[in-house]
């Protein structure tokens, strides 16, 4: 499967929601995020990374972030957007299980991976051992048109079982994603 990832590591961020290189989209997602994130200074870690766009967004509002993803070239891509930045740093492992530290992260961020594990229960308890103790899970997720993905009853349903209790926040405006999609998208802090 990183196979599939590594081939569109070089594309990936050309997706408005992806890249963030629109400044309006960019502006949308800085927002949400510091939201729905402790103020800064906080370690968070990112996983399912991908290019690390928005690993380097939090370090750019004041974040350490430590990124992985099993993808070698989206790590790439996400070493390269982080050079010289000593508050960010990137691992290639498996997002569901990652190669960090235990109590050691104020937030736990997640976008559009939890679907995709294939024990999401397991990866969930995982990532709540990742926080310290008033550490919080921000997780974006959604169920597409595709029939892929989550519904966010699925996914709160998850996190209770792992012991947290979720606030869904629906993500319906066209400016995180570069336009309409009809999907159901969400945020979900537990």
């Known amino acids: 499967m990183s196979e599939f990832w590594d081939a569109e590591a070089a594309t990936f961020d050309d997706e408005p929601d992806h890249g963030l290189r629109d400044p ?43 990124g992985v993803d099993f993808s070698p070239e989206m790590v790439d891509a996400a070493r390269e957007k982080a050079a010289g930045r000593p508050e960010l740093a990137f691992a290639v492992g498996d997002a569901g299980d990652p190669p960090f530290e235990s109590a050691a992260y104020d937030v736990v961020l997640c976008r559009h991976v939890l679907w995709a594990l294939p024990d999401q229960a397991a990866a969930l308890a995982t990532w709540v051992g990742l926080l310290r103790g008033h550490g919080r899970l921000v997780l974006v997720e959604g169920f597409w048109h595709t029939g892929a993905g989550l519904r966010a009853a699925e996914t709160e349903a998850l996190l209770r079982a792992a012991g947290r209790e979720p606030t869904t926040h629906p993500l319906r405006e066209d400016v995180y994603w570069g336009g309409p999609t009809g999907d159901e998208r969400y945020l979900v802090v537990a």
């Open 24 to 66: 309006e989209i960019r502006e949308a997602w800085r927002r949400l995020l510091r939201e729905h994130l402790p103020a800064p200074p906080a370690r968070v870690a990112d996983l399912g990374c991908g290019t690390g766009t928005l690993s380097v967004l939090l370090a750019d509002e004041g974040y350490d972030v430590d």
